[in-house]
């Protein structure tokens, strides 16, 4: 199992994290996150490409997108 270290700003003077304070970063990733998908999805339809990626969403359902993403940029990083 991998682990991630994770910097929290806090909201006291003690420098306790707070549940409060967990979740507004975990809101804060998410935002972060879907703001970017977002971006990816306009650029697929700004440049008129929404019915190449319904064929794409079709004919790769199932796969580890994430996994994906993550090779490519390995791969790139590589040949750097």
């Known amino acids: 199992m991998k682990t991630a270290t994770l910097t929290i700003p806090v909201n006291n003077d003690h420098d306790i994290v707070r549940f409060g304070d967990i979740l507004m970063e975990a809101q804060r990733m ?3 996150e879907k703001d970017e998908k977002n971006k990816a999805y306009s650029f697929i339809v700004n440049c008129g490409r929404f019915d190449e990626y319904k064929r794409f969403h079709a004919d ?3 796969r580890d997108h994430h996994a ?6 390995e791969r790139e990083a590589q040949k750097r």
Do not use: A, K, L, Q
């Open 30 to 32: 998410f935002d972060v």
């Open 60 to 62: 790769h359902s199932g």
């Open 68 to 73: 994906d993403c993550v090779n490519y940029v």
